[in-house]
Structures are given as C-alpha cells and as structure tokens.
C-alpha cells in the first residue's frame, strides 16, 4: 500500500491534470522509466477501446519490473465503460472488482 502524509487536498491536488503536473508519474505513470517502485496496479482493458493494446503492453511492462498487476480485458466493451456504473451492470460489476482490489492492497 502506499502510504502519504499529505491531507486528502494536498493528494488531490497532485492529482490534478495541470502543467504543474506534468512530469507526475502517478498522474501519467507510463513517464516513468523505472517504475519498480509503483504501488500494485489494477488495469482494465476494454476491447472497443482504441488504446487496449496500449493497456495489455502497460500491464506487462509493469510485471517485467515485479510490479504487482492486476489485468483484466473485457470483451466488447468500450472506451469509458467506467462511466457508465449508472446504467450498466458490467460498469457496476468492474467497479466493485476494483474497490475489492484496492481494499485488499491496503488493509
């Protein structure tokens, strides 16, 4: 688990898609050029989405540097699924996938 001793605004602010933050690995991770030291990852590749492959290649990059992921390509599935949680049951499905992954890396 990664562990920060900034308050909840100082994180979401680091967060934030800004051009101070624009060499901030965890805001576009793919900078990093030794990311050994990234927390475990969670990575949901859609099938209709144009940067799936982008998503598997990701996937394995992070495993050749023992980085812990967790991949899962959905099939038939489009860019910005996750967006959908609303109305769709494979949206809700995947969310709670996700919430379970990151309760088990940090309790």
């Known amino acids: ?55 598997v290649h990701y996937a394995e990059w992070l495993r050749k540097w023992d980085v812990q992921v967790h991949l899962e390509v959905e099939d038939q599935a489009p860019h910005g699924l996750m967006f959908m949680y609303g109305t769709d049951p494979l949206a809700r499905e995947h969310l709670k996938r996700i919430a379970s992954f990151v309760q088990t890396q940090v309790a």
Request: proline share 9%; net charge negative.
């Open 1 to 55: 688990a990664v562990v920060s001793t900034q308050s909840t605004g100082e994180v979401k602010r680091s967060l934030e898609f800004s051009p101070d933050n624009m060499d901030n690995v965890y805001c576009f991770p793919l900078l990093e050029t030794n990311p050994a030291g990234l927390p475990p990852t969670y990575v949901l590749a859609l099938t209709l989405d144009s940067i799936c492959d982008d998503s």
